[in-house]
Nanobody, 114 residues
């Protein structure tokens, strides 16, 4: 079955960095565009970044452009989100997802606070 396991979240001070990972299994990872979403308390889930199957195209939410970088390693079935210059408004649970598939992992909590 499809599994998505996010990791790498934690508590970080404003201006700090974190690298999230998402290990995928149960489908042909290299065939799918992969996405990172986030959901802050009391808010709807939003798409943060997307990367095409062969990493040729990546897109970002305007508020994270220049600070976040999505990447993937198809040999490891893993997608990453490098987050730099973190802000308190980046605080959320972060999820990865394969585009067009209805499966979600449990997410990883990122808290940006002094």
């Amino acid at each position: 079955q499809v599994q998505l396991v996010e990791s790498g979240g934690g508590l970080v001070q404003p201006g700090g960095s974190l690298r999230l990972s998402c290990a995928a299994s149960g489908f042909t990872f290299s065939d799918f565009t992969m996405e990172w979403y986030r959901q802050a308390p009391g808010q709807e889930r939003e798409l943060v970044a997307r990367i095409s199957s062969l990493s040729s195209i990546s897109t970002y939410l305007d508020s994270v452009k220049g600070r976040f970088t999505i990447s993937r390693d198809n040999t490891k079935n893993t997608v990453y989100l490098q987050m730099n210059t973190l802000k308190p408004e980046d605080t959320a649970v972060y999820y990865c997802k394969a585009n067009s598939m209805p499966y979600w992992g449990r997410g990883t909590l990122v808290t940006v606070s002094a």
